[in-house]
């Protein structure tokens, strides 16, 4: 039953003791998320994989945050992502094979090495080859909460952009820094040179790589007109993975850890209209109650992350259940010819603050 599960994961974790932390993303639901030891959005969790001395780092968020707990923790440490299926759907829109022929293509029609010309960027929400190749060309890696500062050091770097997997928060980063809408354009990978001529490409200032996220592309900003229309003292906030039009008619935009704070600190009785995964809105609503605050979600549909979702009490309590026998399983572990290179453009980024 549930509660002999919830029973058996408060029994495996108190025999692992501080032998084991868990990390808990804010989308993880409310029977994972309670047996949270820390949690938090990317950065703040790929921080604290890189500070802990636990020895087993069990992740419940997706694939490839466990891989960066692997790759900033210490060689001796074990990440551990509870069920492996747990992947994200936008991390898989670039794959290495696509990005590397996307690199070789753009160094055809520039007549030179794109890396003279472009600084690759990936978000976070990527697989640990890409982060090797930004990090093996100059790059780094980039977050919800430090894109606008990644652009920066990016541009400075050398003139332009290569973005990637998310075009929804490379535009609205781009347009927050100033980039003009028609110098960012869409490279979409299943197309040679990106579907682009020769001019565009050489006329963008930022190519964004044709990706987005299933969950924050089902917001409109028709909900969000709906809902002011009712609540016209109402805050709108948002994450930077919804649309440039939802993102637009935002009062906020950021990440999950900026939402969650942002909501918490807000006056006793505001009203809030969020743009992010349900369980995160869910739990908030469920919490700023006792403030009078109102917390609605955005979707008119219910759109949760569902590989998010698939690390629940079952695996919870068998992931732990066997690390307290001793036998470690669902490790993470990214070889070191990647780690080393991944972690060059992870550290590239921690360093810009
Ligand atoms: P945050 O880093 O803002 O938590 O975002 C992660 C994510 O996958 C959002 O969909
Ligand atoms: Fe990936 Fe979207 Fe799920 Fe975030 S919400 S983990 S971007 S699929």
Redesign the pocket.
């Known amino acids: 039953s549930d509660e002999a599960c919830q029973e058996r994961i408060v029994a495996a974790r108190t025999k692992l003791g501080s032998e084991a932390v868990i990390l808990c ?2 989308y993880q639901r409310a029977d994972v998320y309670r047996h949270a030891d820390l949690t938090g ?3 703040k969790l790929a921080r604290l994989a890189a500070q802990t001395d636990a020895r087993y780092i069990v992740f419940c968020g997706v694939h490839f945050m466990a891989e960066v707990a692997d790759i900033l923790s210490k060689p001796q440490q074990v990440a551990i992502l509870p069920d492996l299926s747990a992947g ?1 759907s936008m991390a898989d829109m670039a794959d290495l094979p696509k990005v590397t022929r996307a690199w070789r293509e753009l160094g055809e029609v520039l007549g030179d090495d794109p890396e003279q010309t472009y600084t690759p960027v990936t978000y976070i ?1 990527s697989a640990a080859d890409l982060k090797a190749f930004c990090g093996q060309h100059g790059g780094i890696v980039c ?3 430090n894109a606008p500062q990644i652009v920066d050091w990016a541009l400075k770097e050398r003139p332009k952009l290569l973005f990637f997997p998310d075009q929804h928060l490379g535009r609205w980063t781009g347009y927050k820094r100033g980039i003009a809408l028609e110098k960012m354009k869409v490279w979409d990978p299943d197309l040679p040179y990106g579907g682009l001529t020769p001019e565009a490409i050489r006329d963008a200032e930022i190519l964004l790589w044709k990706g987005h ?1 299933s ?2 592309q089902m917001f409109t900003p028709q909900q969000i007109d709906r809902w002011k229309a009712k609540y016209p003292d109402g805050f709108v906030i948002a ?1 930077p ?1 919804c649309s440039l039009e939802v993102c637009l008619k935002s009062d906020y935009v950021g ?3 900026f939402i969650q704070k942002t909501i918490r600190e807000a006056p006793r009785g505001t009203k809030w209209l969020v743009g992010t ?1 349900l369980n995160l809105v869910s739990r908030l609503a469920e919490e700023m109650a006792a403030e009078e605050k109102v917390v609605h979600f955005m979707g008119g549909v219910v759109c949760m ?1 569902s590989t998010m979702q698939r690390i629940d009490p079952q695996h919870l309590a068998w992931t732990l259940a066997n690390l307290a026998n001793g036998v470690v399983v669902n490790r993470i572990q990214v070889p070191e010819s990647v780690a080393h290179w991944a972690r060059v453009a992870l550290d590239r980024m921690l360093a810009v603050g």
């Open positions: 993303h804010h959005d990317s950065l994200c929400n977050t919800s909460t996220c969950v924050h994450h993975e990440s999950t850890e995964e992350c």
